[in-house]
């Protein structure tokens, strides 16, 4: 128990570093909040792209989805951070994170977009527009706010995910909270840093991924 | 354009990086199917347990499910490679991505499976009990077949989406094929070699989103039961 302690909750040392992780906190909270709408507004693009039904642009669609799906984020942003530099462009760490965030979710949430509004049925489209409204006016007041109450459930829980990835940030050397605590680990030699990190996570995500845990228990409920 | 394919597809460079992130690619999928068949299998006897209703094993699953599913897959990774040591448990890279990533599959897997089953009309106990099936019995051969059917799209997208995590082994230094390539790379001056990493994974990853993508239409929302 006293090694426990000693190492995971050690209050000497999380007094010298928790500044650090306050830092680090700040900057988890820009990346997410700087990456989530970015990547939502452009998953809602291709979904609403979508929906005009053009097919040679819809079979293109679906292979940027796939692809971007399939591609894990981290080779995303090593790709980005480590190649672009020797074509002369010069991201930072920052730009590249939100970058590599962005492209890959805007694969899972166009995905989600792009289903949500397949799922409200055709009629609701036709009946717009028998009223005569505009087809921006149909997607923005009719379609939309049906296929999302439809995909709240992925909407959800891949905004949870995206805010978890930010913690990647740390692989590209920015000072983001999983990051510092590792430099405070290795200053103060004890893993309290890491532990703190790992309680800050949870406590901060945990109302969140119970929430969706709960849309998603009703998802199967429903079938 | 010229430049382009220097740095990305440097013939020369992707020939001399080939054996070694091809070597890093059997990394990768060794670890992703064993991430996937550990993280299912665990989450699987999870949720049986917890059918089972003993109070004490119920709230040890649920704590257990709610951090791993809360925390993100990197910060796991990073506490059991760096902070674990500590306390005189020291793994390998290897096994350390395949328990970290394992143990957030299994939370996910054993949520999954439990809504699954508590989604089924209780009727279907009820009347397996009136049939004289006992409790096991009832489990395996009415509920579980059940629910796994119900199961399988969510559980298809959370496997696919957790297994990609391996890249993040390269944190912990696993030599899988992302680690490989960038090795390369700071020893060549070019990065054609993340280019090679990258093809890998998609090649690996793209039949899966593909297949889940034909899953979710088969079993999906409307169509199964």
Do not use: C, H
């Given at each position: 128990?006293?090694?426990?302690?000693?190492?995971?909750?050690?209050?000497?040392?999380?007094?010298?570093?928790?500044?650090?992780?306050?830092?680090?906190?700040?900057?988890?909270?820009?990346?997410?909040?700087?990456?989530?709408?970015?990547?939502?507004?452009?998953?809602?693009?291709?979904?609403?792209?979508?929906s005009f039904g053009n097919r040679p642009l819809n079979a293109f669609l679906i292979v940027y989805i796939d692809v971007l799906r399939s591609f894990p984020v981290l080779v995303l942003l090593i790709l980005i951070f480590y190649s672009l530099p020797f074509l002369g462009l010069n991201l930072g760490g920052f730009a590249a994170v939100v970058l590599a965030l962005v492209l890959n979710n805007s694969g899972y949430y166009g995905e989600i977009f792009r289903a949500g509004i397949l799922s409200v049925p055709k009629g609701q489209r036709e009946a717009a527009n028998a009223l005569g409204f505009s087809s921006i006016q149909t997607v923005t007041f009719i379609i939309l706010p049906q296929a999302i109450r439809n995909v709240l459930a992925p909407l959800a829980s891949n905004s949870l995910e995206?805010?978890?990835?930010?913690?990647?940030?740390?692989?590209?050397?920015?000072?983001?909270?999983?990051?510092?605590?590792?430099?405070?680990?290795?200053?103060?030699?004890?893993?309290?840093?890491?532990?703190?990190?790992?309680?800050?996570?949870?406590?901060?995500?945990?109302?969140?991924?119970?929430?969706v845990a709960r849309l998603e228990r009703r998802i199967l409920a429903s079938r | 354009m010229d430049r382009l394919i220097e740095n990305y597809l440097n013939a020369q460079v992707l020939a001399e990086a080939f054996p070694k992130v091809l070597d890093g690619f059997g990394v990768t999928v060794a670890v992703s199917l064993l991430v996937i068949v550990v993280g299912i299998s665990f989450g699987l006897v999870l949720a049986i347990l917890r059918v089972m209703n003993v109070k004490v094993i119920n709230a040890f699953i649920v704590a257990y499910v709610d951090i791993f599913r809360t925390l993100p897959q990197l910060v796991v990774i990073i506490f059991i490679y760096f902070a674990l040591p500590y306390v005189d448990i020291n793994l390998s890279p290897f096994t350390t991505t395949v328990l970290a990533l394992g143990a957030v599959l299994s939370a996910f897997a054993s949520e999954i499976f439990w809504s699954a089953i508590k989604a089924l009309p209780r009727g279907q106990w009820d009347a397996a009990s009136a049939l004289g099936f006992g409790f096991f019995r009832t489990l395996f051969s009415i509920i579980l077949p059940q629910a796994v059917r119900l199961a399988i799209p969510l559980l298809t997208n959370r496997a696919i989406a957790i297994s990609k995590g391996t890249a993040l082994g390269t944190a912990v230094s696993l030599p899988e094929a992302l680690?490989?390539?960038?090795?390369?790379?700071?020893?060549?001056?070019?990065p054609s070699p993340l280019t090679l990493a990258a093809a890998f994974y998609l090649t690996f990853f793209i039949p899966l989103v593909v297949a889940s993508r034909w899953i979710e239409h088969r079993y999906g929302r409307g169509h199964g039961h």
């Open positions: 128990m006293e090694l426990f302690i000693d190492n995971f909750a050690n209050l000497d040392s999380l007094k010298q570093i928790y500044p650090l992780l306050l830092q680090g906190l700040q900057l988890t909270f820009l990346i997410a909040l700087v990456s989530l709408p970015l990547a939502v507004a452009a998953g809602l693009l291709i979904g609403i792209i979508y995206l805010v978890k990835t930010t913690s990647i940030a740390s692989l590209v050397a920015l000072p983001e909270l999983l990051r510092s605590a590792r430099v405070a680990q290795e200053q103060t030699y004890n893993p309290t840093p890491l532990m703190a990190a790992a309680v800050i996570f949870f406590i901060l995500l945990w109302p969140a991924a119970r929430y | 680690g490989q390539a960038q090795s390369v790379t700071a020893i060549v001056a070019n």
